[in-house]
Antibody, heavy 113, light 112 residues
Framework: QVQLKESGPGLVQPSQTLSLTCTVS????????VHWVRQPPGKGLEWMGR???????SYNSALKSRLSISRDTSKNQVFLKMNSLQTDDTGTYYC???????WGQGTLVTVSS | DVVMTQTPPSLSVAIGQSVSISCKSS???????????LNWLLQNPGQSPKRLIY???NLGSGVPDRFSGTGSEKDFTLKISRVEAEDLGVYHC?????????FGAGTKLELK
């Protein structure tokens, strides 16, 4: 069945770069889009960007200058990299696919020194 | 970017009661392919979101038919008939017609 799982460091220092991995199973990255969505503690959801099935990417305009999404189809992984992290980047980061039908369990990222 | 205005921000309900949540978009959500990509999600406390409704009115897999979605263009509604305890949490609307995709601010459904 379809599964997504996020992984990455729980703690990142301010101004550093966040690197997250979404490992998927049960479907091919060359057939479906994968999105990244984040949620600050106690707040709403924010779409960050997507890796399309054909390798194209789209980004939230508010994050575009700091954000990069890539993939390794041989490993069934989608990567998120975001630089210049600040405290308001703290939150839970999710990967999701198929028009939000499937979600990972999320990974909490805390930006703090 | 499309702004999604979701109301009310919170609802206090009794089990068995029916409720509605509204989501209005700043632009039409009709895609050039003719479909309207408006989804409703439920996030139970401490959980990842779960999709309830896709393309305005289509029930997600395994979602009880107590949930229904209606609307068109810029005005959408989620209705929950006969609320059950498992329905408590935060409801989110999200549009996937225009990039960047955008979410409503959420509606917290609580027990009265």
């Amino acid at each position: 069945q379809v599964q997504l799982k996020e992984s990455g460091p729980g703690l990142v220092q301010p101004s550093q770069t966040l690197s997250l991995t979404c490992t998927v199973s049960g479907f091919s990255l060359t057939s479906y889009n994968v999105h990244w969505v984040r949620q600050p503690p106690g707040k709403g959801l924010e779409w960050m960007g997507r890796m399309r099935y054909n390798g194209d990417t789209s980004y939230n305009s508010a994050l575009k200058s700091r954000l990069s999404i890539s993939r390794d189809t041989s490993k069934n992984q989608v990567f998120l990299k975001m630089n210049s992290l600040q405290t308001d980047d703290t939150g839970t980061y999710y990967c999701t696919m198929l028009w939000f039908a499937y979600w990972g369990q999320g990974t909490l990222v805390t930006v703090s020194s | 970017d499309v702004v999604m205005t979701q109301t009310p921000p919170s609802l206090s309900v009794a089990i068995g009661q029916s409720v509605s949540i509204s989501c209005k978009s700043s632009q039409s959500l009709v895609h050039s392919d003719g479909k309207t990509y408006l989804n409703w999600l439920l996030q139970n406390p401490g959980q990842s979101p779960k999709r309830l409704i896709y393309q305005v009115s289509n029930l997600g897999s395994g979602v009880p038919d107590r949930f229904s979605g209606t609307g068109s263009e810029k005005d959408f509604t989620l209705k929950i008939s006969r609320v059950e305890a498992e329905d408590l949490g935060v409801y989110h609307c999200v549009q996937a017609t225009h990039v960047p995709y955008t979410f409503g601010a959420g509606t917290k459904l609580e027990l009265k």
